[in-house]
């Protein structure tokens, strides 16, 4: 069956670096995404990767692994409107997503 | 500015009334999707269309139906409301097979 995993929640403090790790599995593949959603709004998209590597976009990157079905999102320099869920996707041949049930990011002072 | 917007944003009804939750979109969309959101689970698809006249079930489809006669508006009905329809109801649009998704606002919607 096709299957995203990632943490229920995770804590860091502002500042501070953090890594939001997926792991997925699909039938075929056709990219990774990664949206941010605050409580009570709308997902808005983050980034996608198709291609092993890092993207980077500002203190946002992302990481695909394409071998071993895995993506993380880091988060640098925390700040505390950094506090929302990050929602895990992978595309599969069909183009439909696959999603994570989220994970739930708290910042502390 | 384009934008995607869904009405009614808040709604209470009762078990068996049908419900119909609206989603327009500016963007020129050919692809438009409605996913429900609930505690613990992951975004789940409820119907898709990738043109006008084309419709699709989704994984969770059952209870639910749509129709696309326009490129603008995929309006997701309910035909006899049940409790388990309890939840957040998100309407998207992308522009291509791969491309990011443009998400409304969400309708919370409350079944009694």
């Known amino acids: 069956g096709q299957n995203i995993d990632q943490p229920t929640e995770m804590t860091a403090t502002e500042g501070a670096i953090v890594q939001i790790n997926c792991t997925y599995q699909t039938s075929g593949f056709n990219g990774l995404f990664w949206y941010q959603q605050h409580a009570g709004e709308a997902p808005t998209f983050l980034s996608y990767n198709v291609l092993d590597g890092l993207e980077e976009k500002g203190r946002f990157s992302s990481f695909l692994s394409r071998s071993k079905g895995y993506s993380y999102l880091l988060l640098k320099e925390l700040q505390m409107k950094d506090s929302a869920s990050y929602l895990c996707?992978?595309?599969?041949?069909?183009?439909?997503?696959?999603w994570g049930a989220g994970t739930k990011l708290i910042i502390k002072p | 500015d384009a934008e995607i917007t869904q009405s009614p944003r808040h709604k209470i009804t009762e078990t068996g009334r049908q419900v119909t939750l609206a989603c327009h979109q500016t963007?020129?969309?050919?692809?438009m999707f409605w996913y429900r959101q609930d505690l613990g689970h992951g975004l789940r698809l409820i119907h898709y269309s990738y043109g006008v006249q084309d419709t699709n079930k989704g994984e969770v489809s059952d209870g639910y139906s749509v129709s696309r006669s326009n490129t603008e508006d995929l309006p997701l009905t309910l035909e006899s409301a049940a409790s388990s329809q309890t939840s957040v109801y998100f309407c998207a649009s992308s522009k291509g097979d791969a491309g990011e998704l443009f998400f409304g606002e969400g309708s919370r919607l409350t079944v009694l």
């Open positions: 996707a992978a595309m599969d041949s069909n183009y439909q997503l696959i």
């Open positions: 963007w020129n969309h050919n692809n």
